[in-house]
């Protein structure tokens, strides 16, 4: 039995038995850690106090305590203990790392910086400070001030493809594309193998529409890793791009065989076999994908505007339907099924899904709301359609066509001098549009008042 096991147990005997058992400070350290890797953190803190007991000017068990505090974010207790710790040992790492940590979490990141530049004075290892600190910077998108300490630990180690993503993510946001591919440049002329550089530099040519160039970086990446299953991803979506939509069914399918089933690639395939044309592939992937994974608003949505095209409207309504269950809050979704819904004149449930839409939020396109206003109109809604109406005209104030429907429905209402208004607004724009004075007699019946 190890020595850690043996301490683990004389521990857990010592709980049950209540006696008191000795310790010393790294068998603590040692039970104490075992807990909080098995995310046992009462256990974890019963080692730890009873380790202070038997210890309690022990600096690694006092840093364990505030640690643990500081995961159940009790930050003022453990930030007391590392004040007292930074007293007696100035120049401990961990101290200046945990109250970085306690810093960043309450959203005082110059705080955690200041800190942290501070600890890079006298701390040899600096690769995890810069790290900190450029994700610090990061978080506050100020990008400009993370790249150099990106830069560093890059330097530190070439190998460090996190803080290369970052770094690339970086320059992006600043739109400083050639640095992106000056630095990828530089990895690959140290580590030409490098499939991350190859990857990086390939999404960063097809972003600039170099896709002959895109398409070669991602075959680099591939010699690099014949396994690498995102890059034959990003290569197969170039290729389709550029119209070669064999090639790219190819690498799709090949991404497929090197990992799990992926409902994304499955619509990726699914797309590809509906421009050839090939009617059976194309069903038989975008079903695989919405059934791999049932909650892919992209594939339910291609497949239900499929049917749409076809006319199959009872098909499409099934599947909008089917698509719900499992994406309620998606607005693509319920607009579209919102649509179907008033195509066959199921006016009840096409309103209750329009309202579903304005619950989520009511900052959505003059689109959504010129469909649900047909369909009040068609379902004869009328003070509903005056509510909705003026509900859209808050932020759609110039659309002629809400003025001439809030018009038609106060004139039904007998409300003629505000209806008179209303109609004059939109009457600046244009026309009375036919489908509205097919709904609204009451434009003909009052025409010479109107005008």
Same mark, same amino acid.
């Given at each position: 039995?190890?020595?850690?096991?043996?301490?683990?147990?004389?521990? &857990?005997?010592?709980?049950?038995?209540?006696? @008191?058992?000795?310790?010393?400070?790294?068998?603590?350290?040692?039970?104490?850690?075992?807990?909080?890797?098995?995310?046992?953190?009462?256990?974890? +803190?019963?080692?730890?106090?009873? !380790?202070?007991?038997? /210890?309690?000017?022990? *600096?690694?068990?006092?840093?364990?305590? #505030?640690?643990?505090?500081?995961?159940?974010?009790?930050? $003022?207790?453990?930030?007391?203990?590392?004040?007292?710790?930074?007293?007696?040992?100035?120049?401990?790492?961990?101290?200046?790392?945990?109250?970085?940590?306690?810093?960043?979490?309450?959203?005082?990141?110059? &705080? =955690?910086?200041?800190?942290?530049?501070?600890?890079?004075?006298?701390?040899?290892?600096?690769?995890?400070?810069?790290?900190?600190?450029?994700?610090?910077?990061?978080?506050?998108?100020?990008?400009?001030? =993370?790249?150099?300490?990106?830069?560093?630990?890059?330097?530190?180690?070439?190998?460090?493809?996190?803080?290369?993503?970052?770094?690339?993510?970086?320059?992006?946001?600043?739109?400083?594309?050639?640095?992106?591919?000056?630095?990828?440049? #530089?990895?690959?002329?140290?580590?030409?193998?490098?499939?991350?550089?190859?990857?990086?530099? !390939?999404?960063?040519?097809?972003?600039?529409?170099?896709?002959?160039? #895109?398409?070669?970086?991602?075959?680099?990446?591939?010699?690099?890793?014949?396994?690498?299953?995102?890059?034959?991803? $990003?290569?197969?979506? @170039?290729? &389709?791009?550029?119209?070669?939509?064999?090639?790219?069914?190819?690498?799709?399918?090949?991404?497929?065989?090197?990992?799990?089933?992926?409902?994304?690639?499955?619509?990726?395939?699914?797309?590809?076999?509906?421009?050839?044309?090939?009617?059976?592939?194309?069903?038989?992937?975008?079903?695989?994908?919405?059934? +791999? +994974?049932?909650?892919?608003?992209?594939?339910?949505?291609?497949?239900?505007?499929?049917?749409?095209?076809?006319?199959?409207?009872?098909?499409?309504?099934?599947?909008?339907?089917?698509?719900?269950?499992?994406?309620?809050?998606?607005?693509?979704?319920?607009?579209?099924?919102?649509?179907?819904? /008033?195509?066959?004149?199921?006016? $009840?449930?096409?309103?209750?899904?329009?309202?579903?839409?304005?619950?989520?939020?009511?900052?959505?396109?003059?689109? @959504?709301?010129? !469909?649900?206003?047909?369909?009040?109109?068609?379902?004869?809604?009328?003070?509903?359609?005056?509510?909705?109406?003026?509900?859209?005209?808050? /932020?759609?104030?110039?659309?002629?066509?809400?003025?001439? *429907?809030?018009?038609?429905?106060?004139?039904?209402? !007998?409300?003629?001098?505000?209806?008179?208004?209303?109609?004059?607004?939109?009457?600046?724009?244009?026309? @009375?549009?036919?489908?509205?004075?097919?709904?609204?007699?009451?434009?003909?019946?009052?025409?010479?008042?109107?005008?």
């Amino acid at each position: 039995m190890s020595n850690l096991s043996s301490s683990i147990l004389r521990f &857990e005997e010592m709980l049950k038995t209540n006696t @008191v058992f000795y310790f010393d400070s790294t068998e603590f350290i040692s039970i104490s850690h075992h807990y909080i890797d098995q995310a046992n953190y009462s256990l974890a +803190e019963k080692s730890i106090k009873m !380790g202070l007991d038997q /210890h309690p000017n022990n *600096t690694d068990l006092m840093l364990l305590n #505030s640690e643990l505090l500081i995961f159940n974010s009790k930050y $003022e207790d453990a930030y007391e203990i590392l004040n007292y710790l930074e007293e007696v040992d100035p120049e401990n790492r961990e101290v200046y790392l945990q109250k970085a940590t306690i810093y960043s979490k309450n959203n005082h990141s110059d &705080e =955690a910086i200041a800190i942290l530049k501070r600890a890079l004075l006298f701390i040899d290892d600096k690769l995890e400070i810069w790290n900190m600190i450029a994700m610090e910077f990061l978080l506050n998108e100020d990008f400009n001030s =993370a790249i150099p300490f990106f830069k560093k630990c890059l330097e530190y180690d070439n190998e460090d493809y996190q803080s290369l993503y970052n770094l690339i993510f970086c320059y992006e946001n600043l739109d400083m594309i050639e640095e992106s591919i000056s630095e990828l440049s #530089s990895v690959l002329e140290k580590r030409p193998y490098s499939k991350i550089a190859w990857h990086q530099l !390939g999404k960063i040519y097809n972003k600039q529409q170099k896709y002959k160039e #895109s398409i070669s970086a991602f075959d680099f990446a591939i010699i690099s890793d014949d396994q690498f299953v995102s890059a034959y991803i $990003e290569k197969a979506k @170039v290729l &389709e791009k550029v119209g070669r939509v064999n090639e790219a069914l190819d690498n799709f399918r090949l991404s497929i065989e090197l990992s799990e089933p992926n409902s994304y690639i499955y619509y990726r395939i699914a797309k590809c076999y509906k421009k050839l044309n090939n009617k059976k592939l194309f069903l038989n992937y975008i079903k695989k994908a919405v059934r +791999e +994974e049932p909650g892919n608003e992209k594939a339910w949505l291609f497949l239900i505007k499929y049917y749409l095209k076809k006319k199959n409207l009872r098909q499409s309504k099934y599947l909008c339907s089917k698509a719900l269950d499992n994406n309620h809050n998606s607005i693509k979704i319920l607009e579209i099924s919102s649509k179907i819904l /008033h195509k066959t004149k199921c006016y $009840e449930d096409a309103i209750k899904s329009y309202n579903q839409i304005l619950n989520f939020k009511e900052d959505i396109s003059w689109r @959504v709301w010129k !469909g649900f206003i047909k369909c009040l109109i068609d379902a004869k809604r009328w003070p509903e359609l005056l509510k909705i109406s003026l509900k859209a005209k808050k /932020h759609f104030p110039n659309k002629a066509f809400i003025d001439f *429907t809030i018009s038609g429905c106060l004139l039904k209402d !007998g409300k003629l001098n505000e209806a008179i208004y209303f109609f004059q607004s939109g009457n600046k724009v244009c026309e @009375v549009p036919n489908k509205l004075i097919e709904s609204f007699p009451e434009f003909t019946e009052n025409r010479t008042l109107l005008v």
